[in-house]
């Protein structure tokens, strides 16, 4: 087991920005590739991908809805993974889970292993 745990949601306005952090106690996360899903609400089932990011930190990918606006990032020696989300639209709208996997920024939640239990992220118009 992996357990991770989601901060940083919260209240923001349209164009505002937040830091989301993943941090995993017990368990180091250098051995993971690591994610960012959202799940908008009534929609449990439905995890789409906002940000993967590799082992190292050297690689990263993005949803395209998303690119240009969010950033992943990681740094191994504290543990936690962070998501910077700039110009907040209201359909960012929706709970933010970390995942940690094995295939690198892959965008399919089934690849990923492990899963925090999410951060509610709710920007107004």
């Known amino acids: 087991q992996v357990p991770l745990v989601e901060s940083g949601g919260g209240l923001v306005q349209a164009g505002g920005s937040l830091r989301l952090s993943c941090a995993a106690s017990?368990?180091?996360?250098?051995?993971?590739?690591m994610a960012w899903f959202r799940q908008a609400p009534g929609k449990e089932r439905d995890r789409d991908f906002v940000?993967?990011?590799?082992?190292?930190?050297?690689?990263?990918d993005y949803a395209d809805s998303v690119k240009g606006r969010f950033t992943i990032s990681r740094d191994n020696a504290k543990n936690t993974v962070y998501l910077q989300m700039n110009s907040l639209k209201p359909e960012d709208t929706a709970t933010y889970r970390c995942?940690?996997?094995?295939?690198?920024?892959?965008?399919?939640?089934?690849?990923?292993?492990?899963w925090g239990q999410g951060t509610q992220v709710t920007v107004s118009s």
């Open positions: 995942a940690a996997g094995f295939t690198t920024a892959s965008n399919w939640q089934g690849d990923y292993h492990y």
């Open positions: 017990g368990r180091t996360l250098t051995d993971y590739a």
């Open positions: 940000a993967g990011i590799n082992r190292s930190g050297s690689f990263a």
